[in-house]
């Protein structure tokens, strides 16, 4: 019904910045919220940062003064700017959004992850 794809992982020495983004598609009457998880290997997935209503943000401790999410309503799209990062952020990330479906359904949806990697 809903496809997120991301895009922007890779590899990065400590104390650079890359950013991730994240197009929503399909049958999307609007969305409610927009965020990014990750995961390091051997961890449980995590909150890194969200988004709703494209005004109100909230953080992992972690990550904040280093990390921005923002989102473009009209493309559907959210961006994680991450800065300053360090070898700790090394993980898979995954954009998730919640969704109320054309068909009226308030539905969460995934996206396939993009690895991150940060090391010298």
């Known amino acids: 019904q809903v496809q997120l794809v991301e895009s922007g992982g890779g590899l990065v020495q400590p104390g650079g910045s890359l950013r991730l983004s994240c197009a929503a598609s399909?049958?999307?009457?609007?969305?409610?919220?927009m965020g990014w998880y990750r995961q390091a290997p051997g961890k449980q997935r995590e909150l890194v940062a969200r988004i709703t209503g494209g005004i109100s943000t909230n953080y992992e401790d972690s990550v904040k003064g280093r990390f921005t999410i923002s989102r473009d309503n009209a493309k559907n799209t959210v961006y994680l700017q991450m800065t300053s990062l360090k070898p700790e952020d090394t993980a898979v990330y995954y954009c998730?959004?919640?969704?109320?479906?054309?068909?009226?359904?308030?539905?969460?949806?995934w996206g396939q992850g993009t690895l991150l990697t940060v090391s010298s």
């Open positions: 399909g049958s999307i009457f609007s969305i409610n919220a």
């Open positions: 998730n959004a919640r969704v109320l479906t054309r068909g009226l359904q308030n539905l969460e949806f």
